[in-house]
């Protein structure tokens, strides 16, 4: 049986993954997948695959996509996610801001640099016109972190999942002032190249196997009660968070939007180049 690492967020997006291992259907093609939780996001995962500490990782496609222009020895293997990811920008409940445009200048928590807490935040300041050389950061490892952060006056405002975020906002601990929508697939699976070299047909089954398995997953018996109780979110913001989310049933990467993605990076700055499509995306 060939074991392989597999890291992703603690969050409701990769409940199929975390079902689908629990309930034995990787190990029935004789395979060993391991989940391993990273709180700290897509920066946490990246850095894991560099250092031989994850084989595979589900990363958010624009904190992937900048490290792999960086050097990162990985490949995109497969969209996850083809919708978009939705994030909030929040403060204190109690502060005295109240719209997005008075949050320039200000200090953004983050889980980690690369992360999608700190790329988003310059998304939404292009999209401000904001001076985004200028944009500040306090890196604070995951929302808990960011929320202590708040607390504590480190940072002023912070970007997350709306989902995972809004039962902060309902017990009164945050305020909501404005949301930004990824303009590409929010998900993607990458692999490590010497994993992917060794196991490609491991890898491709392992595809395969979770594009089968999504295929029918909004329609599991008491699937957004599941959602709602294991990640402890309301069930109404569940409804309409599962009626948006798109899981990808197929293999295959556009062009187009990884193109998009790289533009989007080099004009903030974040990579110097932007690379071949072939540098960051193995067909299988």
């Known amino acids: 049986m060939i074991s392989l690492k597999l890291g992703g967020v603690p969050e409701h997006f990769n409940l199929p ?25 897509t920066g946490s995962m990246t850095k894991a695959l560099r250092e031989g500490e994850l ?24 969209v996850y996610v083809k919708s978009p990811l939705t994030w909030g920008i929040y403060v204190n ?47 604070l490892k995951n929302l808990d972190g ?23 906002v309902d017990n009164g601990e945050l305020k909501q002032i404005g949301q930004c929508i990824t303009p590409w697939s929010c998900f993607v699976l990458a692999v490590r190249t010497d994993v992917l070299e060794k196991h490609e047909f491991v890898i491709k089954t392992i595809c395969q196997t979770l594009n089968y398995y ?7 018996p008491q699937i957004i009660h599941i959602l709602a109780d294991r990640y402890n979110i309301d069930l109404e913001d569940t409804a309409h968070w599962l009626h948006q989310t798109i899981w990808d ?18 004009e903030l700055e974040i990579i110097p180049n932007t690379k071949n499509y072939q540098d960051l995306v193995h067909i299988l």
């Open 17 to 41: 993954w975390r079902l689908a291992i629990e309930e034995g259907v990787f190990k029935n093609q004789n395979i060993d997948l391991q989940w391993i939780d990273h709180a700290g996001g």
């Open 55 to 78: 084989d595979m990782a589900i990363c958010l496609t624009e904190g992937i996509v900048a490290d792999i222009a960086k050097g990162n020895g990985a490949k995109i293997i497969k």
């Open 93 to 139: 409940a109690n502060s005295s801001f109240q719209g997005i445009e008075e949050l320039e200048g200000k200090f953004f928590g983050i889980s980690r640099f690369g992360s999608g807490s700190h790329l988003m935040a310059y998304v939404k300041g292009r999209d401000l016109n904001w001076n985004t050389k200028k944009m500040q950061f306090v890196l």
């Open 146 to 168: 960011i929320r202590e952060g708040l607390k504590s006056n480190l940072a002023d405002t912070f970007m997350w999942e709306q989902v995972m975020t809004q039962p902060y």
């Open 214 to 220: 999504v295929k029918g997953f909004k329609q599991r």
């Open 249 to 266: 049933e197929t293999n295959e990467i556009p062009e187009t939007m990884i193109q998009k993605v790289q533009d989007t990076l080099q």
